[in-house]
């Protein structure tokens, strides 16, 4: 008997023991098990996820215009309020009722008027300037960007593809438009294989210039044959004369007479010169006389009749001398020569 028990003890025995293993694999089962991939994701995104923050901006700043007639009807503030400005650079400056209070980040308590000027400003930007409305116990938040200073520089080539350059800087191929560029001379310099084309180009503010360049080869041309032309006799110029030689030489014409000549030391027979009153062309005497003449009308009027005067009378000294001025000097003088 003793014989069938010991067997059936043993039996129970190892089913205990096997029962008491597959209970301890499945509490460690339990414990080093991870939670489901969709469960990992969530607990990661509320880990990451920030709350974002709202700020006012450049545009919600009042115009100094429309402040005007708020600030004197503005009641004053009963409590502290507070504003905190961020400032895109970060190193520009801020100034409040035009003091400088930081840079780039500011937080300040606010007493007094409602009302504060704000201005921000930096190096190479375009300044923002505006009014805020401070609220008793409130925080407002302003994040101000300000704009580059400068303008453009838009560069198009033909063909397209060639690299610019900006003061020997690369900037990109065209066509680009390149911004901001600071104000002032700059060198521009395009080049496309071998060819190469360089601009100075002045730039103000708020200002945008476009450069057009072509760098198509170009096909050469063969010369066409010049035949050679024979040159054309040149007529000899016929020397300008005076209004007093041109008339001296139509009388002539008209008279078939020639100038008098200096007597001659050969005992040839002097010949007899008919002498007649030679008349110049006043109007045109008298006119070139008023063109150097300075003063009031009434003076030049006064002097163009004693001029018509002298001339018409057949003074030939004045009328030569009145041709010949060159200024009024000259022209004074002629009235001062006797009468021939």
């Known amino acids: 008997m003793t014989r069938c028990l010991l067997p059936l003890l043993m039996l129970v025995l190892l089913s205990c023991a096997q029962k008491t293993a597959v209970k301890g694999q499945q509490v460690k089962e339990l414990v080093t098990t991870e939670p489901p991939p969709c469960q990992c994701q969530a607990i990661e995104k509320a880990q990451n996820t920030q709350v974002e923050e709202k700020f006012l901006t450049e545009s919600d700043l009042i115009p100094p215009t429309q402040v005007k007639g708020k600030l004197e009807k503005a009641r004053k503030l009963q409590r502290k309020g507070y504003l905190y400005i961020v400032t895109v650079p970060e190193n520009a400056t801020?100034?409040?009722?035009g003091v400088e209070v930081g840079k780039g980040v500011v937080f300040r308590t606010i007493e007094g008027n409602r009302f504060r000027q704000l201005s921000v400003r930096a190096q190479d930007y375009r300044e923002v300037q505006g009014?805020?409305?401070?609220?008793?116990?409130?925080?407002?938040?302003?994040?101000?960007?300000?704009?580059?200073?400068?303008?453009?520089?838009?560069?198009?080539?033909?063909?397209?593809?060639?690299?610019?350059?900006?003061?020997?800087?690369?900037?990109?191929?065209?066509?680009?438009?390149?911004?901001?560029?600071?104000?002032?001379?700059?060198?521009?310099?395009?080049l496309l294989e071998d060819k190469v084309n360089t601009s100075e180009i002045t730039i103000g503010e708020g200002e945008t210039k476009v450069l057009e360049v072509d760098l198509s080869p170009k096909v050469a041309k063969e010369p066409e044959p010049q035949v050679a032309k024979e040159p054309e006799p040149q007529k000899p110029r016929e020397p300008e004369q005076t209004p007093i030689a041109k008339k001296v030489e139509e009388t002539q014409a008209t008279q078939g007479?020639?100038?008098?000549?200096?007597?001659?030391?050969?005992?040839?027979?002097?010949?007899?010169?008919?002498?007649?009153?030679i008349k110049p062309?006043?109007?045109?005497?008298?006119?070139?006389?008023?063109?150097?003449?300075?003063?009031?009308?009434?003076?030049?009027?006064?002097?163009?009749?004693?001029?018509?005067?002298?001339?018409?009378?057949?003074?030939?000294?004045?009328?030569?001398?009145?041709?010949?001025?060159?200024?009024?000097?000259?022209?004074?003088?002629?009235?001062?020569l006797q009468g021939q």
């Open 94 to 97: 801020v100034l409040l009722d």
């Open 131 to 190: 009014y805020v409305e401070v609220v008793e116990d409130e925080v407002q938040k302003f994040k101000i960007s300000l704009e580059p200073a400068g303008g453009a520089i838009t560069v198009l080539s033909t063909p397209i593809g060639a690299k610019v350059f900006l003061d020997e800087e690369p900037k990109g191929a065209t066509p680009i438009t390149i911004k901001p560029v600071q104000k002032g001379k700059h060198t521009v310099k395009i």
């Open 281 to 336: 062309d006043c109007g045109a005497v008298c006119k070139k006389l008023k063109s150097v003449l300075q003063g009031s009308q009434s003076v030049k009027d006064l002097l163009m009749d004693k001029c018509r005067q002298r001339c018409e009378g057949g003074d030939l000294k004045f009328a030569l001398c009145a041709w010949k001025a060159q200024n009024n000097e000259d022209a004074q003088k002629c009235f001062t």
């Open 257 to 277: 007479q020639t100038m008098p000549q200096p007597a001659s030391t050969s005992p040839e027979p002097q010949k007899q010169v008919i002498q007649q009153e």
